[in-house]
């Protein structure tokens, strides 16, 4: 994930299967938890778009506490705020 601007959300949950949505929001693949480790962890980053990332938050937090910026629902060309 050395070119954010390139990334494409890895999909973990095979909710667009087929279906390549760029995105430039990394995410944890191991919830950090305030761990400075696991949070600098490159290895631990995926590209997620907003739909998988607010999917996850769903998931691991039972609902969506997890607000993260822009708007769900883009289906491509997430844009940076330029
Ligand atoms: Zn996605």
Not at 25 to 52: E, M, Y
Request: aromatic share 8%.
């Amino acid at each position: 994930m050395s070119k954010p601007e390139n990334a494409v959300c890895a999909d973990p949950y095979k909710r667009h299967p087929g279906v390549a949505i760029a995105t430039w929001c990394p995410d944890h693949i191991v919830p950090h938890k305030g761990s400075p480790a696991l949070f600098w962890d490159l290895s631990n980053w995926q590209p997620l778009c907003q739909g998988c990332n607010s999917y996850k938050a769903a998931r691991e937090e039972g609902g969506f506490g997890n607000e993260t910026q822009g708007v769900g629902g883009s289906k491509s060309s997430a844009t940076p705020g330029v």
